[in-house]
């Protein structure tokens, strides 16, 4: 048996005999089934895979606001166009946009590059963008993995002459990032894991959880 297993055990053990000479036997048997219920109660399954807690509401509250705030900054004297990518990005551009401190403009373009828990590496463009000349416009991600949807993007915005353009996205899987463009704001730096909840979804299902998970 591995040490660091032996060490897990021997504390288990240690606690359980602690816990039956304050408590009684019967006590501490519920107790360590309450924990039990509440292990697998966190659990999420969503169709025919189970996901684990990844991050929690306050740590994606905690650094979208601090986002917000460094663009806030950057684009204080600029009215800028938050482009969310739907479906995923609708509650982070929502966020977002929200805790902006100034003047904005908010659009939206669907691409998708999807199918399960895999990305295809084939843009389709469903909703295209309009009246973006001259704007400098923020593009608003859920989040980055090979960056195919970021180039398609970017082909877009520069066909529509913007003036400036950057990216921000909750999530960012450095590991499977392809592309040489810059991530301008990034949430979270996550490893290449499939994750759902805050608009992120598993075959339709997880986009409307408050907190983020991952495939277990």
Known sequence: MPQSL?????????????????IGFLSVILIFAQNRVKTQLSMLQLHDLTF????????IEERIAQLAQQISADYHEKTPVFLGVLNGAYQFTAALTQQFNGDCEVEFTKLKSYEGTTSTGTIQNLIGVNNLKGKHVIVVEDIVDTGNTISEIIK?????????YRIATLCYKPEAYKKSHKIDYIGVEIPNKFIVGYGLDYDGLGRNLPEIYQLK
């Open 156 to 164: 877009i915005l520069e066909t529509e002459e913007v003036a400036s």
């Open 6 to 22: 032996t060490q897990l055990v021997s504390a288990k053990i240690n606690l359980f005999k602690r816990l039956h000479e304050k």
């Open 52 to 59: 684990v807690p990844f991050i929690t509401s306050a740590e």
